[in-house]
């Protein structure tokens, strides 16, 4: 409860100053609106449902891009842990090409794809498949041996072993990945959509700048950091967190 | 054989008869002295469970040269037996055991079970880890059935066979615990439910007590020594506990410190139960002791010696 209060302090304070900053007329309120205005924009935006559609064009692409990575990421990250050649060569050309902001992708993605929605997907694939593939690799090397062992010592041999012991052995390290993963395709979809012009919230983003209207840009932002922090903060850590609690990977 | 009634389900007992003395015949080459405590009389010669044909093991060192980590171990473990392998630490013994488990192939040599060489791991032996190693994504039961559904084993005879070794340890109140949820020494018993639950012919224990508090390593003893008496396995057990090791062995067999080799075997014949804080123990114990001293010194004086080189 000392927390939240610490919060409830804390964020109130925030909204209490930027008040007094528009309140002051320092810049005029096109540049730099009141908390008031974001307010009635989210409140708007909402109300004509077109925050609610973005939304959901978003999420949409978000769930479709980011699945197809897992599974690719998966795939490719098990083929580089399994196979030494393939760690050698691939898992080299895998971890300099994340060094490639996913935002790079887009004038390729364009030629290859127009401007279609398979554009957008295959910016956001770009984004977090490396991330999954690298973390999945790492999770099949950090993963204690004693399990692989323990497992063929009680008979278990081939897929077995891989599908009753490796694989959720692996499981914590997997999720970390996955995580990372969608931190990345969700940068990855609202940049391209800022570009890509084809409705959801980075859409919304872009349009609030063309009507040089700051409140629906400031509305968007907020929109889009706490849809993130949704995911990510409470749905991928509270995984996280147990599942390391359960595998002793935290102290107690 | 007969059932105990709290126990539905009553596990075949694949050695000989637990009762009577056991054989105390060392055939083949001797690869030591072998001493007595106090003579105990020899009788029929039984083929051994397990034998160790001059096994040897060398890796390559990170500086490149070849070292002898195991040289030329012959050794014999009859049905039923408990033997116990102490040594300093870095003679060898966890390795014997993973290579007896077929978890690691060894340079030469030959393990043979039942007369029979065995390459590769099999449910016949099955190893008890230092760490254990039970999986935190099942619950007890889920570790325990573990094995059972490697084998193919019906859901039914599962079910029967997880209830009565978690019975045997104690859990059967934890079955539907995670690993996390329990205290050391109840890891220990899981650990021990889930190897006994395969029905292996040899258990093999790898310091399964080390970390343990004093008291609750005296209660394993004595749950060891009772599972040990009620399903008639046969142990290989390893610590560097020689106290531990003459509590709950048949025969102790002492390793030399780098290269392992077999140094010398005491035969402890001390009525069961026994206590490890009981005078005989101590006494046997103290006797293993000094001739394990001299080992201790060898590993210490390298280590020191290392220091120096560097």
Redesign the interface.
Known sequence: MKKLAKQVIFYSALLGIWALLAKLRIWPPYLFPPPWGVGRALWDGFADHSFWIGIAVTMKRMLIGYSLSIVLGMILGLAVSSNKFLEETLGGLLVSLQSLPSICWIPLAVLWFGLTEKAILFVVLMGSLLSVTISMEDGRKQMPKIYGMAGRNLGASGFRLFWSVLLPASLPFIVTGMKQGWAFAWRSLIQAEMIFLSLGLGQLLMMGRDLSDMSQVMAVMILIVILGYMVDGLIFRTMERRLQDKYGLTPA | MSTSPRNAYPPAVPSGPRTGVRANVFQGKPASSVTTFPGRPISEVVVPKVALDAISLSYKATSGECLLALDRIDLEVKPGEFLCIVGPSGCGKSTLLHLI?G?QPQTSGKVLVDGTPVSG???DR??I?Q?L?????LTVGGNVE??L???NISKAEREEKVQYYLRLVHLLKFRDS???QLSGGMRQRVALA?ALA?EPDVLLMDEPFGALDAQTRDLLHDELERIWAETGRTIIFVTHNVREAVRLGDRVVLMTFRPGRVKQEFLVNLPRPRHIEHTDVARTARDILDCLRDEINKSLEEEYADEKAR
Do not use: S
Not at chain 2, 133 to 137: A, I, R, V
């Open positions: 488990a978890l791991p099999g449910t099955i190893l880890f760490e190693g039970l999986f935190p994504w573990f094995g559904k490697m084998k995670y690993i996390h889930r395969t």
